[in-house]
């Protein structure tokens, strides 16, 4: 019965869109920040945060299971 109820609580990743987008903003920021002071280590790691965040978002909106999980917040 509890796996009944978690599974009516949070059918799929759509639900938790605003934590899906962190890792994207994060890296958004971190890139601006790293464009405008001429700091590309920032640059690099936001762009990598933006593709990793993207990808995570896009296979837990499609119900695909990353790394075991079905949804990442």
């Known amino acids: 019965m509890v796996g009944d109820q978690r599974n009516h609580l949070m ?10 987008t962190i890792v994207i ?4 920021i971190l890139a601006l920040i790293g ?3 001429s700091i590309s280590i920032l640059t690099t790691i936001g762009i ?3 593709v990793v965040g993207a990808v995570l978002t896009i296979l837990g909106a ?3 299971a ?3 999980r ?3 917040y």
């Open 11 to 20: 059918p799929h990743a759509a639900s938790n869109s605003k934590e899906g």
């Open 25 to 28: 903003v994060l890296g958004i």
């Open 35 to 37: 464009f405008f002071t």
């Open 48 to 50: 990598i945060l933006i």
């Open 62 to 64: 499609t119900g695909r």
């Open 66 to 68: 990353i790394g075991g």
């Open 70 to 72: 079905k949804t990442w």
